[in-house]
């Protein structure tokens, strides 16, 4: 289909642009930007006068609940979501059930997603069989079948011998490598930073250690292989400086830190607010203004949503019971928004924190509106206020930390290869 944005602020950070510039579309592509191409007709007109046209967001974690936890949620439910928050590429940790290490687990997620016909999905494959730590999985036959990085979901491979092993084997092909860190037995039981909020509430703590001794073991290993590493969720402002001295020695590592720890701290917890259980835990003010820095300074390169719905009668347990876990991708453009306002970042800097870097570190050529480029277009309405609260949320998960919170930024378009796949 032909379409033609017209009269909006067109913000693509890739290409540099922020300007009013219309937008053509044909054949699923971007066929030119500010002149009609040659010839060009409109089978459908988007009247973007007052609003910001950008690529669609690319989100690095989304837990889409399929296969094997369908009850949280389903795949229809979670990519409608994300196309309504703007969301047009994400991708999916490995930790389904069965967790993602065999080709044919990939191949059926891929066909669901595709068969959808909204946001494009990009499978993390599992970096172990049954994510065990034990076996190295075929990253190459994952890679065939849709894979674009390999990962451990919460925690990397407790065998350092395992995890040196597969990062080798993953350098030899050039294969990326996504990893949490957390120190499994460090972090074992704990559900809250290891801090005066845990202390007070009588929690099981997570102290920050656990992420810096995990993380220093993956950079040493990372430095050692030659591997390219990403590193997910970071939560610590010791963490952020490892990165940072990382970035100057000039390894190969990106990172990304959740949107829910860019606005939140420890203190949120209040009275046990199961909401706020997630994983990493939310840390100390201190920690949450090193982050700010982190993402400003590019230390950080991408905000994700972490995404992870959660039933409700799982979050309805005790806070030390309860799931971790929330809904996110709906909130990810409106609170990457807020981060941008309260810090007075240029929204073409805060834009590519959820475009065009994280698709790099994914290594896909999405995340930006070039000729030639895929047609994922996200149109919003940057005035536009609204309330967080179940009813206003799509995704079958509706427990997040911010319900009842007032965001700006609300979605009015969403274009997935050429095709209107969202309006409001």
């Known amino acids: 289909m032909n379409i033609h944005i017209s009269g909006g602020r067109l913000i693509d950070p890739k290409n540099g642009i922020d300007a009013q510039q219309d937008v053509f579309i044909v054949d699923k592509r971007i066929a030119a930007i500010g002149q009609a191409p040659e010839g060009f007709v409109a089978e459908q007109l988007i009247d973007a ?99 674009k990085a390999f990962g451990h979901a919460d925690a990397p491979p ?54 810096t001794v995990a993380l220093s073991t993956m950079l040493q290993l990372a430095r050692e292989t030659g591997v390219r590493l990403h590193v997910c969720r970071i939560s610590s402002a010791a963490g952020v400086e490892m990165i940072r001295a990382a970035k100057r020695e000039g390894l190969s590592v990106t990172c990304d830190v959740s949107m829910n720890h860019v606005h939140l701290t420890e203190v949120d917890i209040g009275y046990f607010d199961a909401n706020c259980h997630l994983q990493p835990p939310l840390r100390t003010q201190r920690d949450r203004t090193a982050l700010r820095a982190g993402l400003a300074d590019g230390t950080i390169d ?34 990457v928004l807020k981060w941008a306002e309260q810090e007075s970042i240029p929204l073409l800097d805060a834009i590519s924190r959820v475009t065009i870097n994280p698709a790099q570190s994914l290594g896909v050529k999405v995340g930006h509106l070039s000729p030639g480029a895929h047609a994922d277009v996200c149109v919003f309405d940057p005035q536009a206020t609204w309330k967080v609260e179940p009813a206003a949320l799509i995704s079958q998960g509706k427990n997040t930390p911010f319900n009842g919170y007032t965001l700006q930024g609300r979605v009015r378009y969403t274009v997935v290869e050429g095709k209107t796949v969202f309006v409001a």
Request: hydrophobic residues 45%.
């Open 49 to 147: 006068r007052g609003l910001i046209v950008m690529p669609g967001l690319v989100d690095v974690a989304a837990r889409l609940r399929e296969p094997g936890y369908e009850y949280r949620a389903t795949l229809e439910s979670e990519m409608a979501a994300a196309v309504a928050g703007g969301v047009t590429s994400l991708s999916c940790p490995p930790d389904t059930d069965p967790p993602l290490d065999e080709p044919g687990l990939v191949e059926m997620l891929k066909h669901r997603a595709r068969s959808l016909n909204q946001a494009r999905v990009f499978p993390v494959g599992a970096l172990t069989y049954g994510l065990k730590g034990e076996q190295i999985t075929e990253m190459a036959e994952l890679t065939e079948a849709g894979c």
């Open 302 to 335: 991408a905000v994700c949503s972490n995404h992870s719905p959660v039933d409700d009668d799982a979050k309805l347990l005790p806070f030390a019971e309860a799931e971790a876990g929330a809904t996110g991708m709906e909130l990810l453009l409106p609170l």
């Open 158 to 211: 407790a065998d350092n011998r395992v995890l040196m092993r597969a990062m080798q084997y993953a350098a030899t092909f050039g294969f990326r490598v996504w990893l949490r860190p957390q120190d499994a037995a460090l972090s074992r039981n704990g559900v809250a930073h290891d801090g005066e909020v845990a202390a007070r509430l009588g929690l099981p703590p997570i102290p920050v250690v656990a992420e």
